[in-house]
């Protein structure tokens, strides 16, 4: 894939250009002038603002760009500014202000990136953590009305209540806005598509500041653009219109332990059995630390073993048992070192088993992919450096596509990677002591795994130390489309792209 279009050209260059390296503390610590010289007027834009304003060397400045960030590994780039918004009228004001005062802009959602492009040199962070609520939900019609930072969790259980269900993500945590806008890895991905093919419209400020909806009917270059762009969008995202399914009346989910000695050949059998289990069935096979009660079993593998879960949605105990069973067919089931079979569900209690394997408050690197190689080759290549993890929270995930209609047809929209299976290592760890050890590891486990992928997943990849993979995470095709819309819609370059603001700056 030839990542040397005028988009990443550009945005290389500008990236130069930005990477003075606004640093957090340091002289009189207030963003009183533009990139230009030119004196701003802060006070001014706290005045035409609801939300809170803060610029370098004010108390709240180091909290307010850094609280909410997911990710505890945390770069030195620092804006000049930061706006949290309380309302569209407040965004407009922050984008106004920015483009009369050279100022680029960066947009933070839920700040749950695991490569924090939400940190850039200088400019103008605007974060939407105070617009979180759900607007409006129609029963009947089966569509809802939202703003960005409503966690997967919350608007999960706000529908459920009401008998209705939205592919979010799995993290509990993380918020609708950076999810939608990356193209959206979901629950029951196989029937309901990504989270973001169930956008119907979005309400987003533009670079010009102004106030816009964006559909396949109007504005209808910015809704393909917003859906798959991730932290490249040309707009802030403020309220998500979208499309509901029922809830499934029976989620049951099965899970089987093997030893590392075996998962290759499982997920092997994993790989080409999947073609002949229900799209309603998600499959997934982890490498990660064994449960206490098999360590002992694990322990000439360090610990570490595979885990399969396969997790059917559909509407009745019986369906989701003949959906599950195919998985008891695995020839090494015998081999099995524990396993549960169509355990009921909801989506609260998958929300804590997903949070337990994704905790938070830790340093994190990520490098998730889209693969169509069989998944017994991507667990071959590395279940022995999984035995040599440094941290026992890391996981490497492998999610394995059901169904005869795999690898998926690519929505309308920049989103636009499909595969067999999709996945890689979450690689976590509590202590900055231990950065380097994990980071070692992490960077040799993804070099383990990058002669067999496709692309990246721009929401769960690292763009800021690998910038091609922000090519990568979308085809050619749309790359170029979403970089001729870039030079359109915000000719100026007011908003961030991938490439630029993201050096590190030194030590002062």
């Keep these: 894939m030839n990542s040397e279009n005028s988009f990443s050209r550009r945005g290389f260059v500008k990236g130069t250009a930005a990477a003075a390296g606004g640093l957090l503390f340091g002289g009189s610590g207030r963003a009183e002038t533009s990139k230009k010289g030119a004196t701003m007027d802060i006070e001014a834009l706290k005045k035409s603002c609801k939300g809170v304003v803060a610029a370098q060397g004010d108390a709240n400045f180091p909290e307010l760009i850094h609280g909410n960030l997911w990710n505890r590994l945390i770069p030195r780039r620092a804006p000049q500014i930061v706006v949290r918004i309380k309302d569209e009228q407040d965004v407009i004001a922050a984008i106004r202000f920015a483009r009369e005062n050279k100022l680029k802009v960066v947009v933070r959602g839920g700040g749950h990136n695991w490569c924090q492009p939400t940190l850039r040199n200088d400019g103008l962070l605007i974060d939407l953590a105070e617009l979180n609520k759900v607007i409006s939900i129609d029963v009947g019609a089966r569509k809802a009305v939202v703003q960005p930072i409503i966690s997967n969790r919350d608007i999960q259980k706000t529908l459920n209540a009401k008998g209705l269900a939205y592919p979010s993500g799995h993290c509990p945590q993380v918020k609708l806005s950076g999810y939608l806008l990356g193209g959206g890895m979901s629950w029951n991905q196989g029937v309901w598509g990504s989270g973001a093919e169930s956008v119907e419209a979005i309400e987003l400020v533009t670079a010009e500041g102004k106030l816009i909806t964006a559909s396949k009917d109007e504005n209808a270059e910015y809704f393909w653009a917003a859906r798959g762009s991730g932290s490249g969008f040309f707009g802030v995202a403020t309220r998500y219109h979208l499309k509901l399914y029922p809830l499934p009346k029976a989620i049951h989910g099965s899970t089987y332990y093997y030893s590392m000695d075996d998962a290759a050949a499982v997920g092997g059998w994993l790989g080409e059995n999947a073609v002949k289990i229900s799209p309603g069935v998600e499959l997934s096979l982890f490498l990660l630390e064994a449960p206490a009660n098999l360590k002992e079993k694990t322990a000439a593998q360090g610990g570490k073993l595979a885990m399969v879960t396969a997790t059917a949605f559909t509407d009745s105990p019986e369906e989701a048992k003949t959906m599950l069973k195919p998985l008891g067919d695995c020839p090494l089931l015998d081999k099995c070192l524990s396993r549960s079979f169509a355990t009921p569900l909801v989506f609260e209690k998958m929300f804590d088993l997903s949070g337990a394997l994704w905790p938070e408050g830790l340093r994190n690197r990520v490098e998730a992919t889209f693969s169509n190689t069989s998944p017994g080759?991507?667990?071959?290549?590395?279940?022995?450096?999984?035995?040599?993890?440094?941290?026992?929270?890391?996981?490497?995930?492998?999610?394995?596509?059901?169904?005869?209609?795999?690898?998926?047809?690519?929505?309308?929209?920049?989103?636009?990677?499909?595969?067999?299976?999709?996945?890689?290592p979450w690689t976590m760890w509590k202590d900055a002591a231990d950065d380097a050890t994990n980071s070692h590891w992490h960077d040799e486990c993804i070099a383990l795994l990058r002669p067999f992928n496709i692309g990246y997943y721009v929401g769960e990849s690292d763009t800021v130390r690998r910038p091609s993979n922000a090519v990568e995470s979308m085809l050619p095709e749309n790359w170029k489309r979403l970089a001729d819309l870039r030079d359109k819609y915000d000719p100026d370059g007011v908003f961030f792209g991938y490439f630029d603001g993201l050096s590190e700056p030194k030590p002062s």
């Design 377 to 424: 080759e991507l667990v071959k290549a590395v279940a022995v450096h999984m035995t040599k993890c440094p941290s026992p929270i890391t996981v490497i995930l492998f999610v394995i596509f059901t169904g005869p209609n795999v690898p998926a047809a690519h929505p309308d929209a920049a989103y636009s990677m499909s595969s067999r299976v999709y996945g890689g």
